[in-house]
């Protein structure tokens, strides 16, 4: 299967501070965009730890995941390439923690910013995702799921080995 189709898996930070929620507003190839905290999955880590890596990346602070908020698919077509994705998007809420000053924000990222539900209903035209919204609304509701839902093999830390075939004895 040479042309085996496979979503692009990110996460996102859900992280809400006296009704407002913590925002990234980023330049991107369809102009400037809001999103949360957010990216993709790398090599060697869980979904958690790359949460907990791309929030110090976007904003500078630190965060601790503490319940996943949900599992979000969606479709996206770029409208300068016309290339179409499918995202796996993994969305956590926990505890931001220290901002450290003077540490550049991640490429693309113009600023931070905070928004309450109405502001990110009425800019929902601007957000980077379908699922921005979604989550935020998910949030509210107390959606919420353990962290202890998701296992990772202690394989995915490590360089896999050649298979090395079985000669049988003669």
């Given at each position: 299967?040479?042309?085996?189709?496979?979503?692009?898996?990110?996460?996102?930070?859900?992280?809400?501070?006296?009704?407002?929620?913590?925002?990234?507003?980023?330049?991107?190839?369809d102009g400037l965009r809001l999103n949360m905290p957010a990216g993709h999955l790398d090599p060697?880590?869980?979904?958690?730890?790359?949460?907990?890596?791309?929030?110090?990346?976007?904003?500078?602070?630190?965060?601790?995941?503490?319940?996943?908020?949900?599992?979000?698919?969606?479709?996206?077509?770029?409208?300068?390439?016309?290339?179409?994705?499918?995202?796996?998007?993994?969305?956590?809420?926990?505890?931001?923690?220290?901002?450290?000053?003077?540490?550049?924000?991640?490429?693309?990222?113009?600023?931070?910013?905070?928004?309450?539900?109405?502001?990110?209903?009425?800019?929902?035209?601007?957000?980077?995702?379908?699922?921005?919204?979604?989550?935020?609304?998910?949030?509210?509701?107390?959606?919420?799921?353990?962290?202890?839902?998701?296992?990772?093999?202690?394989?995915?830390?490590?360089?896999?080995?050649?298979?090395?075939?079985?000669?049988?004895?003669?």
């Amino acid at each position: 299967m040479p042309n085996r189709w496979k979503p692009n898996v990110t996460v996102a930070a859900v992280i809400e501070r006296e009704g407002r929620f913590l925002l990234v507003e980023e330049d991107t190839a369809d102009g400037l965009r809001l999103n949360m905290p957010a990216g993709h999955l790398d090599p060697a880590e869980t979904p958690t730890q790359a949460c907990v890596r791309e929030v110090l990346e976007e904003t500078a602070h630190d965060f601790t995941p503490t319940a996943l908020v949900g599992v979000y698919m969606n479709r996206f077509v770029r409208t300068r390439t016309g290339s179409d994705i499918t995202y796996l998007r993994f969305t956590y809420t926990g505890e931001l923690g220290a901002f450290h000053e003077g540490r550049a924000l991640d490429h693309g990222v113009i600023r931070t910013l905070w928004m309450t539900l109405e502001e990110l209903e009425a800019s929902a035209a601007r957000h980077r995702s379908p699922v921005v919204l979604q989550s935020a609304r998910d949030y509210l509701a107390g959606q919420r799921f353990g962290l202890d839902m998701f296992h990772a093999d202690p394989s995915i830390f490590s360089t896999p080995q050649p298979t090395v075939p079985i000669v049988a004895a003669a």
